[in-house]
């Protein structure tokens, strides 16, 4: 009994979650430019990993500012 639970425990937690597009909601979202990158227009694998690390060094950047 103690293994049924945990195993339904761990499907639970690890079960995807349901996406907005099938809970019929839209989602409208305008990431910002890091980098001259614009994720808006750009989405390849490329651009996504260059957006990612422009902003990680940003906000390390604002981290040792401040």
Known sequence: M?????FAALAFAFAPPLSASAQGITLNLDYPVFGGIDLNTQQNINAIVGWLYYGIVG???LAAFV
């Not at 103690?2 to 945990?6: L, Q, R, S, T």
């Open 2 to 6: 103690k293994k049924i639970f945990v």
């Open 59 to 61: 906000i390390a950047g």
